[in-house]
């Protein structure tokens, strides 16, 4: 691809935004191939969507409940002329229609290695104790192609990191997102590789 890729972020109510920012500053220092042009929240009130309108990047506001939501998030996707789009603290399953028009274009983050300790309810500090209490080695985060069920997509990056005596969900949490902001502008890059 000559031009750069035009990513929209979805985050969620409960998300910092982390990787959100962290997908506009790649973008901007040149670690991705691509740039936030859109981020869309499910409310106006969000910490992520707040961020992203510091970071003066355009965002939207839909919530997932209303009765046209895949039309109206369809449109903005359109409108904002979106190639890549990445769930970053995104709670809810993506209406079907978006991973039509966008296949193989539409990522998650998830804060673990998947296939383990993913699926539904699987977020946040959940989990981090799931590992913890699995007595677990290793923990990492894993960046998958969505589809129409939760975590199970193919998997385009992993990152790991140990699991250390004496962590608990926090600690073991911000080890984890350490690996999310190196591997999320890299799964970018390989998509934007593999339709060039
Ligand atoms: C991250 O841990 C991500 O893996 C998960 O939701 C969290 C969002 O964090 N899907 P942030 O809002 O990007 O800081």
Known sequence: MSTRARVAVLVGTRGRGSNMANLVAAGREGRMAGDVVL???????TTARRAA?????PTAV?????????????????????FIVCLAGYM????????HEW??????IHPALLPRHGGKGMYGHH???AVLAAGEPESGATVHLVTERYDEGAILVQERCP??????AETLAA??????????????????DRHS
């Open 62 to 82: 839909l919530p997932p409940r209303d009765p046209d939501y895949a039309a109206r998030l369809t449109e903005a996707l359109r409108e904002a002329r979106t």
């Open 39 to 45: 981020v869309v929240a499910p409310r106006e009130d």
């Open 53 to 57: 309108e510091e970071l003066g990047v």
């Open 127 to 129: 989990v981090h104790e």
């Open 175 to 192: 080890r984890v997102l350490a690996c999310e902001h190196r591997i999320y502008p890299e799964a970018v890059n390989l998509v934007v």
């Open 163 to 168: 699991v250390e005596p004496g962590d608990t």
């Open 92 to 99: 809810t399953l993506l209406p079907v229609e978006i991973l």
């Open 103 to 108: 296949p193989d274009r539409v990522l998650n």
